[in-house]
């Protein structure tokens, strides 16, 4: 991944986790607030449900009062036969707009009853129980109906004449038609379970739509504050259907939890706000990210423009333009990169002219050296054999001719061995360019072992080629190659003056081929293995030092590359490669 | 002789001694003037004497939707044959006219109206504005009626009685709920001590003997006979299709429920286990009467005999295994408008008998 990509990645993700940021602050804001206002509007609906409920009671209590206060109740009181009044209780309730109301005896026995009219004579403990209830005042309490329990706000008063005394109880069922008076904000629902059973039962949940249905849901909160009895909080369902129920228990006089009213708030409001800024935040983080990669493309663009420029240059350095350069733009820490390292490539530059002057230097003292020490080789013969002729003519001149003749075939040897000398020097001054032609190093190989199958004999050296079959043709110059091959050959024969072994081996090398030529000679040291191919370096007491010089020459031209593997002792191998 | 008709003697004297003291053009005059008064009250007179024939206008609580007037039982069929049938309406009303070759000479009203499927709260408003002469009324409103007005009652002639269906086969269920109904309760609040409380299937006044069959409740035993049974047995179901009936069937079911029993209200009389039902004494005749509710609960016709302690014997095996457990004897009561004259209009055993029945006509 290149520097820019990198910068490119880390300002995306800068961006995106900005933008994330901010949304999910915005999201938890707003969830914040609409919890604070469901909250709100719950404690609202509680304090309305309590002011109904309050009201509700004052209305039972004022009609239970006017029931009381009226003639026909004084006149069930002071009956001695309330037999003929079982039905009176009904009218009354009617009139007064109760559901509920029962006419009871001062002994606790049902005079009349609206809610169940043939349970006259049954007793009712509880208004003759010490005070569980208290004149003008409204209660919850669980009254039994012929179809079962239900929940009733009651008020209890008594009548006194005649020295009889009659309790008027009478009240309204807390059911459905109670929850459909309140007033209810959009989003919100009022549901009572009523505690009648002593297990759950869907049917005693009502509310102000079909709440059986939702009752599963509602369960295990009801349940749970049956058993805590205390309020409590909980979301129930998931996603829009979602919603935040309070319930609350309610007790009657014996404090006993009679229901638990449960106040819902929908959460799909909430969730649509939540989507809906889920959504724009999404528009506008994608324009945000879109814009944050915009910018993040221009200034990484900016930014590593000078780094790239410098790697650019640093690359044609690397390939050998030493003077590449780099604009200087500013002067920031890539400003004084590019500074330092356009100072590096001028000093490189410099150093490298230096060198080159000095290796010239050095190559003519050392070809200076060579041409002296060839050439003063054959000149000491050539000096002897004149001087011993001169010698002879002026000494033995009888004996001249002989030495004329000897000395002849002296002078002309010596002659001929240092026009061989300047001949080698020619043809290393003299190496053309290389012809290419597609070459099956394997056949130059059989050819050249062949060529020197006398020598091998000769220098007791066991020749073995180890050629590839599979070995793909390369383009090459076969003259030169087979040159460099000849002289690699002879180099081994030459290291190994007590015989040895010499192995000619061929091998794919990627998309072109490898040569080597291994021999089992003394082997060199690291020292000779690196100066092996400077030209007129040589370890041999005879020879130019061209040899190696000129099959590295070869291999270069051929755009291959040659190398030495050598260990003092264990023979020496060169490899050749070539594309 | 009454206060107001002392007044008039006294008026009278009064006048003569005024016109004998008076002059002659002035007694002249007022001799003219009391031959008018005179003429006046003899034309008065004559507008409120008592007129036969009108018709009867009668209203009862039962819808008879059958195609033909019904032909058997109390009411309608007994105005045969000095009524006949001019016009029927099923459900609705039903119009009887004089018969003018009546065996027993033609009845004194030209006809008799019967309104059908009215309530008992339509038919007291109906009597008190005058829209009838005759309607029904239930036991519940006996005493309810107002202070004078006119009621025809038979004796006790309709036994209201549990019917066991077979599904409650466990004769223990049928005697805990016989013991557990509170007939006394009943009697006083529901029936307003109308009628007769009886464990018999004839009533006291035909039979002689219902006081020996037992009516009291024992609640205690009653729990204890159902705590016996399996719970699946002691649940069932009541049924009753007279309304007027219906809240005796809730009080059955509330004092069923005191002794274990789980009886409820079905809505489907005919599908109840145990029906509250109405059966009418068809005959003056004891054995004839114990035979006919018999065969009307599809009990063994009894042992025909004309003597008590057969008749007490096979009443009593009538009632073994409380398949049929009678609860009250009750009249048939009728309140009846002031103009109504003659009667009484029904018999002891409830029959309509309007023959001798006229309206006094308030018109002139």
Known sequence: MTFRTRLLVVFTLTVVASVGMVEWLVTRATRKAFERLESQRADFLVAQFQREFDRRGQEIVRAVRDIALSDAAVNVAIASDTSADYNEASAMARAHGLGLLELVSGDGAIVSSAEWPVRFGYVEDWLTAPAGWKPGVAFLRREELPDGFTLALMAVETVNAGGRQLYVAGGQQLDRDFLSTLVLPTGMRVLLYRNLEPQFAPHLLAGTSDAAADAPEFQPLIERVIRERRPRVATLGSGAAAETVHALPLTGIEDNLLAVLLISSSRRELVELENSLGRNGAWVAAGAILTGMLMAAWATARVTRPVRRLAESAGQVAAGNWDATVEVTSRDEVGQLAQAFNRMTHELVEQRQRLVQTERVAAWRELARRLAHELKNPLFPLQITVENMQRARESHPAEFDEVFREGSRTLLAELANLKQIIARFSDFAKMPAPEMQPVNLNALAAETMKLFEAQFTQAHVTARADLAPDLPTVAADPEQIARALRNLVLNAIDAMPDGGALTVRTMPQGSGARLEISDSGKGLSQEECERLFTPYYTTKTHGTGLGLAIVQSVVSDHHGRVSVESQPGKGTTFRIDLG | ?364
Request: hydrophobic residues 50%; positive net charge.
């Open chain 2, 1 to 364: 002789m009454n206060t107001d008709r002392k007044k008039k003697v006294l008026s009278v004297f009064i006048g003569v001694y005024r016109w004998l003291s008076m002059d002659s053009a002035r007694r002249v005059a007022r001799a003219v003037a009391l031959l008018l008064l005179c003429a006046l009250a003899i034309t008065a007179s004559a507008a409120t004497r008592p007129r036969y024939g009108g018709t009867l206008r009668i209203e009862i609580h039962a819808s008879i939707e059958t195609a033909d007037p019904p032909q058997l039982g109390p009411g309608m069929p007994d105005l045969a044959p000095a009524f006949s049938i001019t016009r029927w309406e099923a459900g609705r009303r039903a119009a009887f006219a004089a018969d003018e070759n009546a065996p027993g000479g033609r009845p004194f009203l030209d006809a008799v109206e019967v309104e059908l499927a009215r309530s008992p709260r339509d038919q007291a408003i109906d009597l008190d504005v005058g829209k009838a002469e005759m309607i029904e009324i239930p036991p519940s409103e006996a005493r309810r009626q107002p202070a004078g007005r006119r009621t025809w009652a038979s004796r006790p002639v309709r036994v209201v009685l549990l019917d066991f269906g077979t599904r409650v086969d466990d004769p223990r269920v049928r005697e805990a709920l016989a013991l557990a109904v509170d007939r006394a309760a009943i009697f006083n609040v529901l029936l307003q001590r109308q009628g007769e409380i009886s464990g018999a299937l004839l009533p006291q006044w035909l039979s002689g003997f219902a006081f020996v069959f037992n009516a009291a409740s024992d609640a205690a035993k009653a729990r204890e006979l159902a705590a016996a049974v399996p719970a699946p047995a002691r649940s069932f179901s009541i049924g009753v299709e007279d309304a007027a009936l219906r809240p005796i069937a809730e009080r059955i079911a509330l004092n069923a429920r005191d002794a274990g029993l789980a009886v409820s209200l079905a809505a489907q009389a005919g599908a109840a286990d145990v029906r509250l039902i109405e059966v009418r004494i068809a005959s003056a005749d004891p054995p004839r009467a114990l035979a006919a509710i018999a065969a009307t609960l599809g009990l063994a016709a009894p042992v025909r005999t004309d003597s008590p302690d057969p008749l007490y014997n096979a009443e009593r095996a009538l009632l073994e295994g409380f398949r049929v457990v009678p609860l009250f004897h009750l009249a048939d009561v009728y309140g009846v408008a002031a103009r109504v004259k003659g009667g009484p209009g029904i018999s002891p055993l409830g029959e309509w008998r309007l023959e001798n029945v006229w309206l006094e006509s308030g018109r002139p």
